[in-house]
């Protein structure tokens, strides 16, 4: 058994192959120290290792780097970890890996492009959410929730399997039936499924629905992009009217302007359906196939598989080549055309100001004819508030009948970043009305009755925990924002009373029977939540 000793002070991720693990040196060590070709490399055995043993053993690095390598007086700590190849595991016998010391303790963390929403951060959400709602009533959308994954084929056939978000996004899986499942990378697909499986086409339409979801998308993190995400989902199914477009597009501009955005401005196009697109798209194709020179290699290989989908390339050096694009709403079928001017006439009379944007195509192969953005004030790395479109033929590829249907859909993330660039204050979460403070055990069971009491007549009451001292207790009443400390210590535990302590200075300190207290707080000291 070999074994090889890694010093870990200047190493980042873990890197797998099929046969060996890596740390790859930061860039730094690389540039200062020479890179020993960019990696340390550890051999587990090759073909004999044990795959449960590979993935211990990243775990096991992995948790070594991300952990704390400073000493009491802000030195490093040099770490080295002894590690031993393996052969195969026999049955029961673990993963086969040994040590030379026993393992630190796991400090785990989220995965990358994750977040965890903290309760200072949650006011946000809730406002977000709350409004929403608000919004969807007003407008007789109905809440609809779908799985959290659905069959692959779902989102290949509906998203576009020439899509980034399929071919390489996706977060996919067999399950233990062997069926091929995905962590839904965006809603609308699903909604679909639901609308054609629950035969909602026999209800009234179009079925006008909303959701606030979770999605999945493996994209590189950067501000307001993770890879769990979160949605606003708006769809309405089951009708062509571009009154239905122009009606979404106004729910969108309402909310963003309720939760209090500003200067926003919505990008709008059209781009078509199966009549008319095909022969725009061969007419696309053939221009850029005349510019291969002004175009980076991923404009190259797009294509081959969706020209449309150059026209949103962001790169620089392709963007004089993508000027010069033919434009779709200049090669528009007469249905198309008049379903375009009918949402714009709409969108007029309403006093909605757009701008036609020709390089507007969004990033789903299932939009078809209206397609729109919200873009904020300052475009920075996330350039679009939310957008939407329509889909006409998205009820066909998953196996229904063809259905119109139209939507939006807006990252709550996205949204929660332009409140606070654009200094949108939030209500934080309020403080308890009460916060109660005891001497002894039988102070603190007389605490939980009365705050039992005060929380089911609708007073929020918060209490002391533990066996701190008074003043630790008082402190920590102070720092929970609460308007009163209850304090019971051995007179009013003696008499059947509590003392009421404004922690606010307003008033001076009291002592009431306990049997007042309900009567105090409601109508003696203001507001009880």
């Known amino acids: 058994m070999e074994i090889v000793e890694l010093e870990l002070d200047d190493l980042t991720a873990t890197r797998m192959t099929s046969d060996e693990l890596y740390l790859t040196r930061s860039q730094a060590e690389r540039i200062s ?3 020993l070709d960019g990696r340390i490399g550890l051999a587990v055995d090759g073909a004999l290792a044990d795959p449960h043993a590979k993935h211990a053993l990243a775990v096991e690095l992995d948790a070594l780097l991300t952990g704390p390598r400073m000493g009491d007086k802000l030195q490093p700590q040099h770490s080295f970890k002894t590690i031993a190849s393996c052969q195969r595991a026999k049955a029961g016998a673990g993963t086969g890996l040994s040590f030379d010391r026993h393992p630190p303790r796991l400090m785990y963390q989220a995965p990358r492009g994750t977040q965890d929403i903290l309760p200072e951060d949650a006011p946000y959400w809730t406002y977000v959410e709350d409004e929403t709602r608000r919004q969807a009533r007003l ?3 109905g809440e609809i929730r779908t799985p959290t994954f659905e069959e692959t084929a779902v989102f290949a056939r509906g998203v576009g399997a020439a899509t980034d978000i399929v071919e390489k996004e996706m977060y996919s ?4 039936g062997g069926d091929s499942m995905t962590l839904r990378p965006e809603g609308t697909a699903g909604i679909v499924r639901a609308y054609l499986q629950r035969s909602m086409s026999g209800r009234p339409q179009p079925v006008k629905l909303f959701t606030l979801l979770n999605a999945f998308r493996y994209d590189r993190p950067q501000k307001g992009r993770f890879r769990a995400f979160h949605q606003i989902d708006f769809e309405a199914i089951g009708e062509t009217d571009p009154l239905v477009d122009a009606e979404l597009v106004g729910l969108q501009l309402r909310l963003y302007e309720a939760l209090g955005l500003r200067k926003l401005s919505l990008q709008l196009n059209s781009i078509g359906d199966a009549r008319c697109r095909p022969a725009y798209v061969q007419r696309l194709g053939d221009y850029f196939r005349q510019h291969l020179d002004g175009l980076c290699e991923d404009c190259r290989r ?10 949103d390339e962001k790169r620089p050096e392709c963007q004089a080549v993508l000027d010069g694009a033919p434009h779709s709403a200049d090669h528009l079928c007469d249905p198309c055309r008049g379903h375009f001017e009918g949402w714009l006439d709409h969108l007029e009379t309403a006093g909605i100001s757009y701008t036609i944007n020709p390089r507007l195509v969004r990033g789903l192969d299932y939009y078809t004819r209206s397609v729109w953005e919200v873009w904020p004030p300052v475009q ?4 679009t508030v939310g957008g939407g479109g329509r889909y006409d033929g998205l009820a066909e590829q998953l196996g229904g009948k063809p259905t119109p249907g139209v939507g939006f859909a807006s990252g709550i993330e996205r949204i929660i970043l332009e409140l606070k660039d654009q200094g949108v204050a939030v209500t934080p979460q309020p403080a308890p009305c ?4 005891s001497m002894d055990e039988r102070g603190k069971r007389q605490s939980f009755r009365l705050a039992e009491m005060l929380r089911a007549a609708g007073i929020s009451a918060d209490m002391a925990f533990g066996d701190r001292k008074i003043g630790k207790q008082l402190g920590a009443a102070d720092k929970s924002g609460a308007q ?3 304090i019971l210590g051995e007179n009013e535990l003696a008499n059947d009373s509590i003392t009421i302590k404004d922690l606010r200075g307003g008033s001076e300190q009291r002592t009431i029977t ?3 207290l309900l009567k105090v707080l409601e109508h003696g000291h203001g507001s009880t939540e």
Do not use: I
Request: aromatic share 14%; proline share 3%; hydrophobic share 40%.
């Open 434 to 437: 009460v916060y109660f403070v």
């Open 173 to 176: 899986f067999d399950d233990k």
């Open 302 to 311: 797009r294509l081959e598989t969706n020209p449309l989908r150059l026209l």
């Open 139 to 141: 407008a007789n959308y």
């Open 380 to 383: 920075g790395a996330q350039s």
């Open 514 to 516: 306990q049997r007042d």
């Open 484 to 486: 009163w400390a209850l």
């Open 33 to 35: 120290k020479g890179a």
